[in-house]
């Protein structure tokens, strides 16, 4: 209370702070969060550089958790010690401009999860059981305070750290050494927190959903259970083309649950050439068409001939509905004027 009393205006930002990111932190469908302007938030990231450690202490535990009203107070882990050093290790001054700001937090943030993978890989290795042991717990507490802080300041540069901790987490045999239940754990919340980073900003993601070698893309897949952002679904509607069906499947069920129209191609390229796959894609083509069924129907006309150095895909424009019974997303070639009177059509 004392030390508080010091500095009221930093704790009340710090508070303030906290609150932004834990909305912010809900919101896993919305615009990513706007922390490198400036804001609540990056107020709050100032002060992991104030000369009073009891206040960096508790701005960096700001990130990891807590609201408004109540700070985050962990029961183990070291997330404040060992983040607060890797923040100095990056600028040991605060940088002016709140998005430099962002950036050393976010490259802080992307160190201590290859550490935190690197701990554990080596904890596996070794031949004494730490299971019951503080360093253990502490461990893995410290990389669930990271990875909730990665998903709560929605640090996309962090993601590639992130897919290597799942191809870590996806090697590690279950032996007595490791828990197979909190490897599982902290493999699902890794996915939960880069199915949180806006899907433009995580190409080594999409890239590792697309890699060679089938235990890399499968190391990644817990994540697709996860994402709600419409913004990934020309993603994964390209990812999903020749995926083999223990991966494929995931990826229509994504795609299904989104519930946009865009997904249908690569949907029906799969139906006709998987016979295995075709039943789900099917169904999630129906389920998409069915929850599309309300919206505004539009029909395309696209002209035989294009003019030169204009795309196809800039001539197509809506022309009024015609009929009830028609398809929402139905796209006509017009192939001349005689045709298009022929056909009946506007």
Not at 38 to 44: I, N
Not at 146 to 162: F, G, I, K, Y
Not at 186 to 204: I, S
Not at 285 to 302: C, D, V
């Amino acid at each position: 209370m004392h030390r508080r009393r010091q500095h009221p205006q930093a704790w009340e930002e710090i508070a303030v702070g906290r609150g932004a990111l834990a909305r912010h932190g809900a919101d896993t469908v919305g615009e990513a969060l706007r922390i490198r302007e400036e804001g609540p938030a990056a107020r709050l990231l100032a002060h992991l550089w104030h000369e009073d450690l009891a206040v960096r202490r508790a701005a960096a535990l700001a990130l990891p958790g807590g609201d408004h009203q109540i700070a985050y107070a962990p029961n183990y882990g070291h997330f404040a010690g060992v983040f607060l050093r890797a923040v100095a290790s990056h600028s040991h001054r605060a940088p002016e401009g709140a998005a430099d700001r962002y950036a050393t937090v976010a490259r802080s943030l992307g160190a201590l999860l290859e550490q935190n993978a690197s701990d554990i890989r080596a904890m596996s290795n070794m031949s004494y059981s730490f299971l019951s042991s503080a360093l253990y717990v502490a461990l893995f507490a410290t990389c669930r305070d990271t990875l909730e802080a990665v998903r709560r300041l929605r640090a996309s540069s962090a993601h590639p750290e992130l897919c290597r901790l799942l191809w870590s987490l996806s090697r590690l045999s279950l032996s007595t050494r490791i828990n197979g239940a909190d490897v599982d754990a902290l493999g699902q919340m890794a996915a939960r927190t880069l199915a949180a980073l806006p899907p433009d900003e995580v190409p080594e993601f999409w890239r590792s959903l697309m890699h060679p070698s089938p235990p890399r893309r499968m190391a990644v897949a817990p994540v697709l259970a996860h994402l709600e952002d419409r913004r990934a679904v020309p993603y994964l509607a390209k990812a999903l083309l020749g995926q083999p069906p223990n991966l494929a499947q995931p990826l229509i069920a994504a795609l299904r649950r989104m519930e946009d129209l865009r997904a249908v191609p690569a949907l029906a390229e799969t139906a006709r050439s998987s016979p295995l796959l075709r039943g789900p894609a099917r169904a999630a083509i129906a389920a998409i068409e069915r929850a599309n069924a309300g919206s505004p129907p539009r029909t395309l006309l696209r002209p035989a001939e294009t003019r030169a150095g204009l795309p196809v895909e800039q001539m197509l424009r809506p022309v009024p509905h015609a009929g009830a019974q028609e398809s929402p997303a139905l796209l006509l070639r017009v192939e001349n004027e005689r045709e298009k009177e022929g056909a009946g059509r506007p």
